[in-house]
C-alpha cells in the first residue's frame, strides 16, 4: 500500500483525467502486486497444529480467498475488483483494457462457477 501511495504521488502528473483516478490507481496497486508476488514466492505450509488454532478464528475470510483462488485468474481479478474493490464494469475494463462486455461476461461466469461447482461440491463434503 505504502509503495502504491508513493508511486501515485510521484507520478500523479501523468495521470489524463481525474474521473479515472480510482481506475489508475488500482492499476499500480495491482502492479505492485505482481511485482510483490514475483520477488515473494514463497510458499509456507500448515501443519495440523496452525490449522487447528485458525479454526478458532472466524473462518470467512479464509473462505472467501479459498472460493476466489479456486477461479482461473482472469474470471478471481474480475470479482474481486466488483465485489472486494466495488469498482463497476466500466472502470474494470478500463482498467485491464478489456471490452466491458467481457468483463461482465466474467463475473456472471464466475459466479455461476461458484455457485454450480465450488459451493455445490463444498456443500456434498460436509
Known amino acids: 500500500m505504502q509503495e502504491t501511495?508513493?508511486?501515485a504521488f510521484e507520478k500523479i502528473a501523468t495521470l489524463k483525467e481525474a474521473q479515472y483516478f480510482n481506475?489508475?490507481?488500482c492499476r499500480i496497486l495491482l502492479n505492485n502486486c505482481?511485482?510483490?508476488m514475483k520477488q515473494h514466492k514463497q510458499v509456507m505450509s500448515l501443519d495440523t497444529e496452525t490449522l487447528?488454532?485458525?479454526a478458532h478464528h472466524d473462518c470467512l475470510p479464509i473462505e472467501l480467498e479459498d472460493a476466489l483462488n479456486s477461479l482461473e485468474?482472469?474470471?478471481r481479478?474480475?470479482?474481486t475488483l466488483y465485489y472486494v474493490n466495488g469498482l463497476t464494469t466500466k472502470e474494470i475494463s478500463e482498467l485491464l483494457h478489456e471490452p466491458e462486455g467481457t468483463i461482465k461476461s466474467r463475473i456472471s461466469r464466475?459466479?455461476?462457477?461458484?455457485?454450480?461447482?465450488?459451493?455445490?461440491?463444498e456443500a456434498q463434503l460436509l
Open 5 to 7: 501511495v508513493l508511486t
Open 110 to 121: 464466475a459466479k455461476q462457477f461458484l455457485k454450480n461447482d465450488y459451493y455445490l461440491e
Open 52 to 54: 487447528n488454532e485458525l
Open 23 to 25: 481506475t489508475w490507481i
Open 77 to 79: 481479478i474480475a470479482l
Open 73 to 75: 485468474a482472469n474470471y
Open 34 to 36: 505482481y511485482r510483490f
